[in-house]
């Protein structure tokens, strides 16, 4: 829990800048109003740069986001791309929208994309694969990038939860093709709405830039209505209001990080003397963003009764185990081409991941220490075990 927790005078001065110079809302154009005032494209500049990424291009959702980069790999009707089973709905929305066939595989115990289950999925039909960092902690990105790597397929990353954590030094986003980040007023940091592609390669992002503008060139030899184009496209652009906000939010990123990780630290050290409560792995040199602290109980119903005791005592969970429904593609049966693609039988199409995520308890961690303290959140806790 993150960036909305910081939203104050940074933003709104960055806001104001927009309309004190000229109120040019449109993320391009009308030069002789804005005195040179580009919130979007100088967010895109200095996430590129911090991420170490060739580009970047600001979109209107994490959703959004996806689906640009998917237009950007041209993925063709029935093309495969193999999604973890654990994830936000939007990541297979994004391969329905483009054509493609999201083909979901079993989690490991960091509660990603199993490297195995992956290897596995593999076949003739497959496009891309999108790994996520759900909730903030890395996939087994070295195995994942190797398997994709020895099958000549390219990889994207979701790391809507992901932004401003890293593996081995290098930023969550940028070990595959592309990366795509979401901005909506649940994660890390927030444009209310918005998200982020970062791209590895310069071709992909001048194709994904056209196709989330209508296919527009951007010519610069001819005015922007007699625009060339090479492909078709959409409207994915993000406006200057949201570039703003981001802009301050892109600033306290490194806070809020290291926030929800404080958060977490004391939150487990409250916790971990408790008898059959296991953190959720990571891999080794990771950097989480912390945004939710998993552990997993012995069963399914002594992670319901945690659920139950921290409502009580004023606090909660986050989509584990309650919005599970959203996030596991166990539920998904509303999604024809999904169910369709493992045989209608989606319901119990992953055990190992319906065991492990059923056990499951995931806190949301504030930025800023808000919230249920420690000490609450093992009494909770404790009770609950108790009287499992
Ligand atoms: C893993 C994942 N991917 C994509 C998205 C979509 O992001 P947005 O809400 O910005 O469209 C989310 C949102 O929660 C998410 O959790």
Known sequence: MPGFEVIGSEEFEQ?????????????QGFDSLR???FKVAELERVFAESMGAVDALAVTSGTAALRVALAALNIEPGDEVVIPAFTFVATAEAVIESGGVPVCVEIDDTLNMDPMALASAIGPRTAAVIAVHMLG?????????????????PLLEDAAWGCGGSLDGRMLGTWGRMGTFSFDFAKTMTTGEGGMIVFAD?????V?????????????AVPRWEDTRSSSGFNYRMMELQGAVGLAQFAKLDDIVQGQRTSHEATWQALSGLEGLTLRSEPAGSHATCDALVFETPDAQTARKCRDSLLAAGGGTKILPEAVTWHFAAHWDHMPTLAAQHRGGLRHAFPASEARLARCVALPMSAVGSGLSPDAIRVA??????IS
């Open 202 to 206: 310069g071709r992909d992002a001048e």
């Open 15 to 27: 806001v104001a800048d927009v309309f004190r110079n000229g109120g040019v809302l449109f993320r």
């Open 35 to 37: 005195n040179g005032v």
């Open 381 to 386: 806790v404790e009770g609950a075990m108790r």
């Open 137 to 153: 902690t890395p996939a087994r990105l070295h195995e994942i990038v190797h398997i994709c790597g020895a099958a000549g397929i």
């Open 208 to 220: 994904a830039r056209a196709w989330h503008d209508h296919g527009h060139d951007s010519n610069a």
